[in-house]
């Protein structure tokens, strides 16, 4: 794809937050994609790090001008008022003297407006940011969904705080790449989208072992650590902790490392800790010659040099010292969820006085001999793969998202109902295999009232003899279509073309339907000609839900309805709007012509709600009706490709409307809790009128 004269917001906040964006941004910048690097009022000057990156930079208020002022002050005038009273109410924000507060507050109101005024001028076609967990993530991510701009957010590291923060990690995101599958399963259990998370990599990790372990790099950092010739390296990677004034470093670790003048001991502090706490801590330090304080010093080039290398507290750099291959000590803190050791990868001590016998043992080469395998795994899980390719991964996430943007869609021949043929419907069935369509075709003779006059049309992507026996004896109003190409939206449109029917209805393979499906859908049709689209009710071999209409969730992320609670349950039985189904789609012809046919730039099921939210845009009401019922035998699971072209092409168009169909059906998120416990259990209950016992 061509991304010259296309461009970029690109938020960078702190240091070490540039080693993840700006692999993508150069490769950006390659191809001719221009950047802008913006950056805002904050605690802390944010522009220092774009400045010692050398980057141009834009600051919010570069945009400001009177009309944005006085917006501004009006915003911020009504929302302290507001923010007065809650102040009162808050046994929380009453410890905090109001001057901070309302520091903050201004602070907040003047980047909204001000970022707001940048989308106006600058009319990016991306934004990238770290992640959506700070104000600034939230404000980028709000005006990408009002301006209906892509945003790329990616993981800062490993995820260890409590899971619930989590679930806004995708409210906004059109995608959010994260560096393994086990990142996107603590998102997932946290109530984060599914169908946004992508699995790529790390952008830097891989390409920044391979240069700082060059023999020529390694010389180098010893030489500025003053590490001697033939010395070891023990990096103790000191965790963001408070550190209160009664810490010291115990005295068996101090006697240890003086006794042992052919160690170094570095003491590796993270950025964010008080730089009056290290000096404190220090001081006891301060007699051991082989003994390095650092703060500022680059983590890569120390994983590099170091021999063993010890977490305490949580940490990622635990993870990227095991992408450096060096063994790993971890010291056992009360309260941490998070832990190297339980997952197998890092010998566990109690205290910091604890880890000379535990660094002596491994040194002396006595580690478990499952450990690589352990490591290896852990390593696969957590950074997918350890290649040089994330970033063209992130590449082809960004083209996905931006080309589907600006697809056209070829001009298709619909034909036009022929009346002397007289079909009421014709049924539109693809095939790219033969998982099944003999089921789906069974049900359609044996469940169609003999009075409603169908057709039967596949499309497929199979040779004659792969087709199976049924589809090639089946006799009468049938005909199958052939397209060496596959994917679902073109097999459709491929046997719409010629379909003679009053109505249009593309029903999935493993979709069985059940006695009065086809009456049902009619008579939905002919009771309001506004209806463009009607979907029914499927169930799972099991009798639960499979599908009761599609809505949207607070990720802005498509879910299917009450799906695997109980068939009985009476919120899945309720005939409403909404804006999509899928697995079956009984269309009106009008309709089909007017949204243009399935978008074939999708391959699976998600073209079936693209196609529904263009004929819902075209001025076409969604119908979802229990009363056509089916059978589901099979699941799909959605491409990467057809997920990404999903939300590039309809950023700032979707919105939650899940909430309403939980009011309309008398439940709240603590009762449907209460009912999927129920359904697991095998506990159904009276799901037939949840409420009275909720």
């Known amino acids: 794809m061509e991304l010259k004269g296309k461009k970029a917001f690109c938020f960078l906040a702190l240091k070490h937050h540039s080693r993840f964006l700006l692999p993508i941004t150069r490769a950006l910048e390659t191809r001719g994609m221009e950047i802008i690097y913006l950056t805002a009022p904050a605690e ?9 990156e050398g980057l141009p930079y834009r600051h919010t208020q570069d945009y400001s001008n009177q009309e944005v002022g006085d917006k501004i002050n009006l915003a911020y005038r009504n929302i302290r008022s507001v923010w007065k009273e809650k102040v009162l109410q808050s046994s929380v924000l009453n410890h905090f003297t109001l001057p901070i507060q309302d520091k903050i507050l201004r602070m907040h109101v003047d980047n909204f407006y001000l970022f707001r005024r940048m989308f106006e001028v600058e009319k990016p076609d991306l934004v990238l940011a770290l992640h959506e967990l700070n104000s600034w993530g ?8 009002e301006f209906s701009v892509p945003m790329i957010t990616l993981q800062e590291g490993l995820y260890y705080a409590p899971a619930a923060v989590y679930r806004f990690h995708t409210e906004y995101s059109s995608a959010c790449l994260v560096w393994g599958e086990a990142t996107r399963e603590v998102l997932v259990r946290s109530g984060g989208s599914s169908d946004k998370i992508f699995v790529v990599g790390n952008t830097h990790l891989q390409s920044v072992v391979k240069k700082e372990s060059d023999s020529g790099a390694l010389t180098k950092t010893k030489e500025e650590l003053a590490i001697g010739s033939g010395q070891k390296v023990v990096t103790l990677l000191m965790g963001g902790l408070g550190y209160d004034k009664g810490f010291t470093f115990p005295a068996q670790l ?6 042992h003048p052919e160690l170094v001991l570095v003491c590796k502090w993270h950025p964010v800790t008080n730089k009056l706490a290290i000096e404190r801590i220090g001081q006891d330090m301060s007699t051991v010659a082989n003994v390095r304080m650092l703060q500022s010093f680059d983590t890569y080039r120390l994983l590099a040099a170091s021999d063993v290398c010890i977490v305490f ?10 992408a450096f291959a060096k063994p790993l000590i971890e010291v056992q803190l009360p309260g941490l969820e998070y832990s190297f050791a339980r997952h197998g990868v890092a010998d566990a001590v109690s205290s910091l006085a604890e880890i000379p016998e535990a660094v002596d043992e491994i040194l002396m080469g006595l580690v478990s001999e499952d450990r690589q395998r352990r490591v290896n795994e852990y390593l696969r899980d957590n950074l997918y793969l350890l290649d040089e390719q994330v970033v063209d991964r992130c590449m082809s996430v960004v083209e996905r998202l931006l080309s589907v943007r600006e697809a056209k869609e070829p001009e298709r021949i619909i034909a036009v109902a022929d009346e002397s043929e007289g079909f009421l419907c014709s049924i539109i069935i693809p095939q790219s295999s033969t998982n099944g369509v003999a089921e789906t075709l069974l049900g359609v003779v044996e469940n169609t009232a003999a009075d409603l006059s169908y057709e039967c049309l596949i499309g497929s992507s199979l040779a004659p ?5 049924l589809v090639n004896e089946l006799v009468g109003d049938l005909q199958v279509l052939h397209s060496d190409k596959s994917g679902l939206s073109h097999l459709y449109n491929l046997a719409a073309a010629p379909a003679k029917g009053r109505y249009l209805c593309f029903l999935t393979p493993g979709w069985v339907p059940q006695k009065g499906w086809l009456e049902a859908f009619v008579q939905e049709m002919e009771r309001d000609p506004r209806v463009g689209i009607v979907g029914g009710l499927a169930l799972q071999g099991d009798g639960l839900v499979a599908h009761a209409g599609i809505a949207f969730d607070a990720n802005l992320s498509p879910v299917s309805l009450y799906r695997l609670l109980p068939a009985t349950f009476l919120g899945a039985h309720r005939r409403r709007e909404m804006r999509g189904v899928m ?11 007017a949204a243009g046919g399935f978008d074939e730039t999708f391959q699976g099921h998600w073209s079936e709600l693209d196609f529904c939210l263009q004929a819902g845009a075209k001025g076409w009401k969604i119908l979802y009706t229990p009363e056509s019922l089916f059978v589901s035998l099979s699941t799909a699971k959605a491409s990467d490709d057809d997920r990404l072209s999903f939300f590039g092409k309809w950023v700032g168009h979707l919105w939650p409307d899940q909430d309403s169909y939980w009011s309309e059906d008398r439940l709240d998120p603590e009762k449907l809790s209460d009912l999927y416990r129920r359904a697991v259990s095998g506990l159904t209950g009276n799901v037939e009128n949840p409420t009275s016992e909720l």
């Open 138 to 145: 939230k404000m980028l991510g709000y005006l990408s969904h």
């Open 583 to 593: 697995g079956c789609l009984f269309v009106r012809r009008q309709a089909f012509l």
């Open 254 to 259: 101090l006697d240890w490392v003086r006794a």
């Open 465 to 469: 003899e792969d087709r199976g026996e």
């Open 313 to 322: 507290g949580n940490s990622t750099t635990g993870l990227e010292a095991l």
């Open 44 to 52: 802390m000057p944010f522009e220092l790090t774009l400045q010692e």
